[in-house]
């Protein structure tokens, strides 16, 4: 599957930086942009992010063979519904949304359903939403998709071999899944940065509390500075996995209180264990297993159905311009 | 007051980096220094942290005009006892515990109980027992003193023109109060990181998260790695204030759990409240108030009694070799 003309609807971090990576890949790549905020979308076209903007989203996905959602994920649901009827029979739509079963089910309508591939790229600067938009944004990121079980498999090829090209590392998760995982390692820790900062800030001491606040809390307390209305968005269309995994987190919290509060002499060795685990999976992330070829990776993948291995299978990595 | 002759019972971080503050500050002071693990000791002597080891605590502290324990806090308490019959009449002790309450109440005995001053640094690095060792680690720092009422008044003002020339900011904090505000702002905050990472590595999809965990479960579990034995004493010395911080934090995670569960649609517009504190915040502490003389800050002082502002009143910023 060869794209010849991409439209990326939203222009902040995330779509820019897709913009200028694609471009570095394939140079004659026609990329059309939108954005709803106008300064938005001139910066976009100003670092070359996109060839030209279009005056909505429906001019410039109209003609388009990959459609890429940018936006916070219910904005993205309701392009998906304005968008289905213009777009071209085999146009092929993912997103970059942080959750995926919500999407995932809106993409299930006629004419939508086998081309669209849900995804979510992992880069870790995903809150700094005034970071700067740069083309190496993926380099080494983890970049989840999520098909469907009706996911036509040439599609989810298409879009596996365009998150390689942007030098970032295809996983494949089940919708509900992904949102699960993520609830657990993302939304929660934003949760609890916020809500660190909310109580302190909430104290009679709070004066006192900010002037002596040093390192532990700047880092406890970094996430707070994440994008409102992705993290809106997040709790609404994740909420079963988020409140799940609250549940366990306050459970695990409960528990540790009452050691404390009754001078539990095992603390420091809890802590030790914790330390430890904490220590081994660093390691991991540094030390991942070597990197195998991609004939080789993926019919190992864990979850990925049998049909789409076998169209992944063929792929090469793409070359690179 | 002059120090001639420093004893530095704890050789780790804090305890060495103060010798190599102290050495460059005076270069002609006698440091000696003890740690009941031997490889730490020569460690410290290597760096020139100390001018030479001793073969134990009373034997490093015998003579001294000054003595810094520079341990957890439970080892600091045990440290009191042994040391205070071996002591100089005149001689002033300090320490540089993460909890005060309990310490300067232990300091209350006969002998000791005027010429105790509890000290913590807050350097930001308290939690990396394995960095190393560097004189400017004070450089800038808040460094906190919990006078006790019958403290006096010479030996707070040596230890606070002490805390200026390791190139920290004193600050002054009756101990219980001291307690509460680290209490919020840094043990509570550990004990997130610690239960965050336990109970994503209990989980039966850990394998899978600890794979996907990117940057924000990176920054929130950070913490995790500090020193299980310092952190076991923190708990075990400050348990009041840090099962009522915590408890505080529960609620307001509950709360924000209950807004997430009824889909509440002011989530986004409490998340902008919060990012609106936090930036407000990180402001703060970058554009803090223009720094004062010691003259003009002092009386200044929103909590330091007016007997120990007349002490302090007179010191001018050390002289620096």
Redesign the interface.
């Known amino acids: 599957m060869r794209f010849e003309r991409v439209a990326i609807i939203g222009l902040g971090l995330i779509g820019s930086s897709l913009g200028l990576a694609l471009g570095r890949w394939r140079p004659a790549l026609e990329i059309v942009g939108f954005d709803a905020d106008r300064d938005t979308a001139r910066r976009a076209e100003g670092l070359g992010a996109v060839r030209r903007t279009a005056s909505d989203a429906v001019v410039a996905a109209t003609g388009a063979d990959l459609v890429i959602l940018a936006t916070p994920v219910r904005a993205a649901i309701g392009l998906l519904e304005q968008l289905g009827p213009h777009l071209s029979p085999d146009c092929v739509v993912t997103d970059t949304g942080s959750t995926k079963a919500r999407i995932v089910a809106a993409a299930a309508q006629p004419g939508l359903r086998a081309n669209f591939v849900g995804g979510h790229p ?4 995903l ?1 700094q939403g005034t970071a700067e938009p740069v083309a190496t944004l993926f380099d080494g ?2 970049y ?1 998709l999520t098909p469907a079980a009706d996911t036509d498999p040439e599609a989810l090829a298409g879009v596996a071999e365009l998150v390689e090209a942007l030098g970032a590392q295809p ?1 494949f998760f089940d919708p509900a ?1 992904h949102d ?3 609830a ?3 939304h ?16 009679a ?1 709070w004066r ?19 994008d ?2 992705m ?3 997040i ?2 269309t994740n ?1 079963v996995a ?2 799940e995994h ?9 528990a ?2 009452e ?3 009754e ?1 539990d002499a095992g ?9 430890r ?3 081994d ?2 390691k ?2 540094k030390d991942p297993a070597p990197t195998m070829s991609m004939d080789e990776l993926r019919p190992t993948s864990l979850i990925l159905p049998r049909r789409w291995q076998d169209a992944l299978r063929g792929l090469r990595p793409p070359e690179r311009h």
């Open positions: 992992m880069t870790g600067r809150t990121a983890v989840c996983r899944e699960g995982l993520v657990a390692i993302s929660v820790p934003y949760l609890l940065a916020t809500t660190l900062m909310a109580v302190a800030s909430d104290s001491a006192e509390m900010g002037g002596l606040a040093a390192g532990g809390f700047a880092t406890m307390t970094r996430l707070a500075n994440g409102p209305a993290y809106g968005d709790c609404l909420r988020i409140v609250l549940d366990r987190f306050m459970e695990g919290l409960a540790l209180r050691s404390i509060a001078e603390l420091t060795a809890h802590f030790e264990d914790v330390r685990r904490h220590a999976w660093l991991e992330r």
